[in-house]
């Protein structure tokens, strides 16, 4: 079974530029979740996509949305970027329950200039 | 609000030296407890984690944890570490919401980095 791919691995944006980020999870997953990984502030949540539609959210400001496709696919946008955006985004998914476990893609590092 | 501290955020050991990372957890409900692991320049892998029944669980690689619901923590050993467990280590807590077991919050906590030095 393939894994959780992220396209793409590495983006470098400046500043008010936005960038989509994309995320394929496993078959049969219909949860995806996206987080942020900074030095400073760990592994912060961003928000969880099920069945198209957003089912939790983190505390990012609404430059962050996301969205989800039939196919469970997941795509993230940042839009009017800040040098703070610098960060590893990470995508999980799984099938959507307490006790799954998640399986997390390689991430996309994106550098804000 | 629930939420996941892990005490020590980095960890230098020397080699075959047993570690204990440390994670405690507030919730009032019932939950899941996991540890992931990330390696340099990698996402993050499942290293162990508790459902139900026996409170201690281990991984294929030698690291257990035990749950302590008194104590609300789940804290990492491994009796003797090898140069290849220097990662990042992640403890997390998934409490369902709701009914039906369908939603549910996970929280992470900030990561422990674990050194092994020769």
């Known amino acids: 079974k393939a894994g959780v791919t992220q396209t793409p691995r590495y983006l470098i944006k400046t500043r008010g530029q936005q960038v989509t980020l994309s995320c394929s999870p496993i078959?049969?997953?219909?949860?995806v979740s996206w987080y942020q990984q900074t030095p400073g502030q760990g592994l912060q949540f961003l928000f969880e996509?099920?069945?198209?539609?957003?089912?939790n959210k983190g505390n990012f400001p609404g430059r962050f949305s996301g969205r989800q496709f039939s196919n469970s696919r997941s795509e993230m946008n940042v839009s009017t970027l800040e040098l703070g955006d610098s960060a590893l985004y990470l995508c999980?998914?799984?099938?959507?329950?307490?006790?799954?476990?998640?399986?997390f893609g390689p991430g996309t590092r994106l550098t804000v200039l | 609000a629930q939420s996941v501290t892990q005490l020590d955020s980095q960890v230098p050991v020397f080699e075959e030296a047993p570690v204990e990372l440390r994670c405690n957890y507030s919730?009032?409900?019932?939950?899941?407890l996991f540890w992931y692991v990330q390696y340099p320049n990698q996402g993050l892998q499942l290293l162990l984690k508790?459902?139900?029944?026996?409170?201690l669980v281990e991984s294929i690689n030698g690291f257990e944890a035990e749950f302590n619901k008194s104590q609300t923590s789940f804290h990492l050993r491994k009796p003797s570490v090898h140069i290849s467990d220097t990662a990042e280590y992640f403890c997390?807590?998934?409490?369902?919401?709701?009914?039906?077991?369908?939603?549910?919050?996970?929280?992470f906590g900030k990561g422990t980095l674990l050194t092994v030095n020769p």
């Open positions: 919730s009032s409900v019932s939950v899941y």
């Open positions: 078959s049969g997953h219909r949860s």
């Open positions: 997390a807590v998934s409490e369902a919401v709701g009914s039906g077991g369908s939603n549910y919050k996970l929280t």
């Open positions: 999980a998914s799984n099938r959507g329950q307490s006790t799954d476990t998640q399986y």
């Open positions: 508790y459902l139900s029944g026996s409170t």
């Open positions: 996509y099920f069945s198209e539609t957003q089912r």
